[in-house]
């Protein structure tokens, strides 16, 4: 009983990088969750700004004392679903599905861990549709059985906050969302 308890206050955070995953690994840990935060972008572009990215979730999590679990880089799989969709706007269809790979893969090992929640970084950007993101984090979660904890990591100076401690850690900084359709 005592390990099923436990088991629901853990947590998977999808993780886009290490400065907007700073804010919400805090929160999660002050709301009394056990994180373990999953890198998986196969959306990122080029390999070196991938290693940039990991190297920087690397050492907030290993700040904050939390797991880091890094998901295969395998870019074909995004070229996969994002053929036919290189020419979408930043915010289309293209994101959309992107969004949808990586949340798909955080349920799938969710299950594979026996982990019942969990929720992204990536609606801690002003740049990024929460709406949108939290009904495709839903309708995965609920495909697998799962709770997909919706919230909404900018809303309080969340943002801010994810910068400060991206600061205070000197965390590389990217100035694009990843993928090589983003870079234009």
């Known amino acids: 009983m005592q390990e099923q308890k436990e088991n629901n206050k853990k947590i998977i955070l999808h993780a886009c990088c290490g400065i907007c995953s700073g804010y919400p690994v805090s929160y999660l840990k002050d709301a009394g969750y056990s994180v373990i935060v999953y890198f998986y ?24 004392g939390v797991e880091l679990i890094e998901g295969d880089y395998i870019p074909e799989e995004f070229y996969k679903i994002s053929k036919g969709l290189e020419s979408e706007p930043e915010k289309g269809k293209r994101c959309d599905k992107c969004f949808e790979l990586r949340l798909r893969n955080t ?3 969710c299950n594979k861990l026996g982990i019942k929640t969990f929720t992204t970084s990536i609606v801690i950007s002003p740049h990024k549709n929460f709406q949108k993101i939290s009904e495709i984090g839903k309708k995965i979660a609920e495909e697998f059985h799962l709770t997909y904890l919706d919230i909404d990591f900018k809303k309080k100076d969340g943002f801010l906050k994810t910068n400060k401690i991206s600061k205070s850690l000197e965390l590389y900084r990217q100035n694009y969302c990843g993928c090589k359709f983003s870079l234009r």
């Open 107 to 109: 349920a799938e090992l």
């Open 41 to 64: 972008n196969p959306n990122i572009y080029p390999d070196i700004e991938y290693q940039k990215r990991l190297n920087a979730q690397k050492t907030l999590c290993q700040h904050y």
